[in-house]
Every structure is written in C-alpha cells, then in structure tokens.
C-alpha cells in the first residue's frame, strides 16, 4: 500500500444467463464497470484520490426487454451517483442513498411512461458503498446481501417478498412487494451502516442463485463463484445467476 491508501478490497462478479432464459435481465455494477453475460475481478485500493467504491446487483423483471432497460437504467443512474462523491456525514450519506433511490424509482418509472411495451418493467438492487469509515448497504427488493465473518455466514439484507413478510414458505419466492419501477407511495429502500472491518467478506446475488442454493453451500463455496454457478445450473438453473463476491484484504483506517 502506498502512503496515501486507507484498504484494499478484492472482487470477483458474474453474469451468466442460467439454463432456461434466453435473455439475461440481471446487471452488476463492480467498481465502476457493468457487467452482463461475462465476469470481472480485481483489487481496488481506497484512498484519499478514490475516496468511495461501490457494487451492485440488479435483477430486472418484466417481460419483453424490460428486465433488461430496467436493471440497466438503475446500473447505470447509480453509477452516476457514485461519481458525484458521498457526504462528509454518515446520516447524510444515508439521506443521499435514499434520494438517490427516490430518483431512479421514478426514472424507471417515467421510462415507462414513454415506452409502452416496457411499462410492467422493474428491477432490485442489492448494494454495497464503502468509503475509509463505513459501510453502507442498500436493499431494494429480494436479491441478498450475506457476510462471511470468522467462517460464519449471515444474511445482512432482508427479502422484500410476501413470503418473508407473511413467514410463509408456501408462498411463491418471486412475489415481491417493493422494487425499483414500484408505485412511488409503496416505494422504499433499506440502508444498513456497518464498520468496513479487515478480513470480512460480502457476497451480493440476484434470486437466481439464492433460490436455488441453499445458504449452507453458499458458506461452503463462498470463495468459488464458478461453482456456485454451477450449483444453481445442476438445480434447473431457472433464471439469471448473478453474484458478486467482496474481500476486505486489508484494514480502513479511521
């Protein structure tokens, strides 16, 4: 590291169109580049000349191209966001998160407006901001966010879905109540702040994969996203597959 650096983060991210689509609706954003139908990894090093580094999952809904337009549109209007810089304070951070989210919810949703046949579109998204203090993660539907820490796996996002608000495991998994493209009065977004600690990891994924593989597997082939791919893919691989996997290799100073 050089004298001006605050913490490395490695990332790995993949898009892979699954078994049974013949489009892929899914987008990552890693580190400033968006990805669709291939895969990316790198280090990035937090400093005081690159001050915020972000990644994103989306996963668009909506028949025609629309999953496609919407998860694209939102990719990219959070790219934009993350260009602009973030706040001094965590509690504006969170505030410019949310208008951030307000925003593209009506981008999505004036696009459609103009478009008839992309009117039924939406997307999740699934995020991670980190600048030298916090960590911010953004949920927007029921693509997940988990943390390894210490060899233990938790889920740090919660589904936006009628299953997870009724607790009811007979309820189709893909009945979600909140996304981007959402009726502005049912609109929302959830932001966590955690502290970027040195030696966790991160995994952010579209439904495609968590529906089909079950927590324990993803714990035990977190490092291997290829076979976590592969693992959806031997269980029908029914949608898009999308993951990104996140290391904090090195400590943030404070």
Known sequence: MTDN???????????????VRTNNEDMAYVAGKLIRDGETKGEVVLS?????????????????????????????????????????EDSETIEAIKQWAVNANN?????????????????????MIIDKNSLFII????????RLRNGILKQLSTDHSERERTGN??????LIYNFLGNYPKDFFSD???????????????????????????IEENF??????????????????ITLITIQIDEPLET
Not at 191 to 215: A, H, K, N, R, T
């Open 5 to 19: 650096s605050i913490g490395k983060i490695s990332y790995y991210a993949v898009s892979d169109v699954g078994c």
């Open 48 to 88: 005081e000349e690159n001050p915020v580094i972000a990644f994103a999952v989306a996963d668009g809904m909506g028949g025609y191209e629309g999953g496609e337009v919407a998860s694209e549109i939102v990719c990219r209007s959070f790219s934009s966001f993350i260009k602009k810089g973030l706040p001094k």
């Open 107 to 127: 981008l999505v949703l004036e696009t459609g407006k103009l478009r008839p046949e992309l009117s039924e579109m939406g997307t999740t998204l699934v995020g």
């Open 139 to 146: 949920n927007i539907g029921d693509s997940r966010c988990y």
């Open 169 to 174: 495991p007979n309820t189709p998994s893909n």
């Open 191 to 217: 932001i966590s702040i955690y502290e970027p600690i040195s030696g966790d990891s991160y995994l952010f994924c579209s439904d495609g994969l968590s529906d089909l593989v079950s927590d324990e597997m």
């Open 223 to 240: 490092f291997n996203p290829q076979k976590l791919i592969e693992l959806a893919k031997e269980e029908g691989g029914r949608d898009n």
